[in-house]
């Protein structure tokens, strides 16, 4: 009897293991089929959209008769990040329940545009309070409604990785900034980036911003300029990388040009001062190197450069200026010496100096020691 029960309880885990481990294999065959269920769920939206908007014909007139494309290329759709997250088109396109669609009242691409910008702010909540801050929104609130928005830069269907590939950035801001951008792909900051695809060069919004874009003739961002061009030229291993010297900034500061600025940027922040930052001498997006003949600082322009603010300056008011450079016996010996004769004149003065008033001290506390004896 006892040898029957164990072989009774042997016999029900066996049938209990083999019951789990066919629950399992049911769950494990399922799971593709779940997950491709799941991804065919989640992209349903997108696929019924597209069965109507993936025809390239598909267009509608607005109020004031512009053709409007209703055209969304599948292709597009599925390689922007947002298909690729999940996110589905009423997530922006809200008003849009059923078919047939609410007639558009938008009378022309741009109004629309403009309304349908503002669901970027329901996810991207941070950067769009930015936006209100910027430039960009300061033209649009004075009447020019072609300033741009979100979809302007990241695209309305079609957003897709930032930064792929970098150059993209400022191929952005050229669309509306043509001018600027042809001087800054000329500039040996463009030039790396267009040519050769640098990824240590600044872009337009390492200088600009991103979406609190400042506005660039603003006495705060004169004043600011040279902070901005030390995050690049301040960095000893970014500098060195380039032969270039990375102590340009602290040089600066020590000139009488970095001296006032550095005043009037603690005291009269919001008062323009016209003493020289780093763009009145380098330019600002057609900057070249030092040696290329086009260059502001090249020898033979930087007399011209000087005469900006300096008309008055003679042929030799170049040659007494060091550039970026440290005063040294190699490279300038007159000024070398001249540098040390005041170093250590004005030591001895402060030293005699110093002497002179606790000799002083010294001979006051023995007078009144004197009456007091007597």
Known sequence: MEMFDGLKTRKFKITATAFALLIAGILLLALPVGIAE????????????????????????????????????????????????????????????????????YRNKRELSRSYYLACRKCHSANYEKTLDSIHADVAEAGDMDSPVCTDCHGAHSVQALDQPRSVVSTTCGSCH??????????????????????????????????????????????????????????????????????????YELSWHGVDVAVYKAMWPTIRHESAVCTDCHGIHNMLSAQDPNSMVHPDNLLNTCQKCHPDAGPNWTSAWTGHHEISFERTPYLFYVEQFYLTFSRLVLWLSIAYVGLQLLRSIVNRARRVSQ
């Open 178 to 251: 043509e001018k600027v951008f042809d001087q800054y792909s000329d500039s040996v900051h463009g030039g790396a980036l267009m040519d050769e695809d640098n990824q240590d060069v600044p872009l337009c919004t390492n200088c600009h911003g991103v979406h609190n874009i400042s506005d660039p003739g603003s006495p705060q961002f004169h004043t600011s300029s040279p902070d901005l061009c030390a995050g690049c030229h301040a960095d000893t291993e970014l500098m060195e990388k380039y032969g270039l010297s990375s102590n340009v900034y602290d040089l």
């Open 38 to 105: 799941a991804e065919q769920k989640k992209q349903e939206t997108e696929h019924y959209c597209l069965s109507c908007h993936g025809d390239p014909d598909l267009n509608m007139e607005l109020a004031d008769g512009e053709t409007l494309s209703l055209y969304i290329s599948p292709g597009t759709m599925e390689s922007s990040v947002h298909s690729q997250a999940g996110i589905e088109c009423e997530a922006c396109h809200t008003e849009i329940k059923s078919y047939p669609h609410p007639e558009i009242e």
